[in-house]
């Protein structure tokens, strides 16, 4: 069994608790993605052969991302690598990127689960990480993605936030599990 990753470094804005590489520079975005379709040909033998059993796409933003460079990405896989044997393709994205036109444009693709990084309902906190959506559109985002389809839903949240306390903390849990998404992870916020 073997998985790929698959980096998108790109993002609208910049979180500010984040150690991940991103970079707001979208003009090299097309550049980026002829450039990792060739390393993906390049690191052909890497893999001796293993069956693709998963693929996940994180970063930065995948969900900055155009229909057109996400069926680059597929072909290239499955061209250098087949498809066959994955069972599962997951995407990250932001909650504001999944609008109905999104996520079924997503639909079309062959993702089939959908990992979004909500970290907390608390509108003052969103702002304070510098998230660029409201609690209410990553409820939203949730409805769209099984509107669209999407049977597999993980939604990130983050705890030791500023300001937060064990109430604060129990709402968010609330909320999460008030959505019914299949996987829910927790990370503790790094100072």
């Not at 293993?50 to 057109?68: D, K, N, R």
């Not at 072909?75 to 996520?103: F, S």
Request: glycine share 6%.
């Amino acid at each position: 069994m073997a998985g790929i990753y698959i980096h998108i470094p790109f993002c609208k804005t910049r979180c500010i608790y984040c150690d991940f590489y991103s970079t707001t520079l979208s003009e090299f975005k097309g550049r980026y993605i002829q450039t990792l379709c060739r390393e993906l040909e390049i690191r052909r033998d890497y893999l001796q052969g293993a069956p693709i059993e998963t693929i996940y796409l994180g970063g930065g933003t995948p969900s900055q991302l155009t229909q057109e460079d996400f069926l680059q990405i597929f072909e290239t896989i499955e061209r250098v690598y087949g498809m066959k044997q994955v069972r599962e393709i997951t995407l990250e994205a932001n909650p504001d990127d999944l609008t109905p036109e999104y996520t079924r444009m997503l639909a079309t693709l062959p993702f089939n689960r959908i990992s979004m990084g909500i970290q907390t309902f608390n509108e003052k906190t969103l702002q304070l990480l510098k998230r660029r959506h409201t609690a209410p559109q990553a409820i939203a985002a949730v409805e769209h993605c099984r509107k669209a389809g999407f049977q597999n839903i993980s939604i990130d949240l983050i705890y030791g936030l500023p300001g937060e306390t064990a109430e604060s903390w129990k709402y968010d849990l609330k909320q999460a599990i008030a959505l019914n998404v299949e996987h829910i992870s927790a990370y503790h916020l790094i100072y």
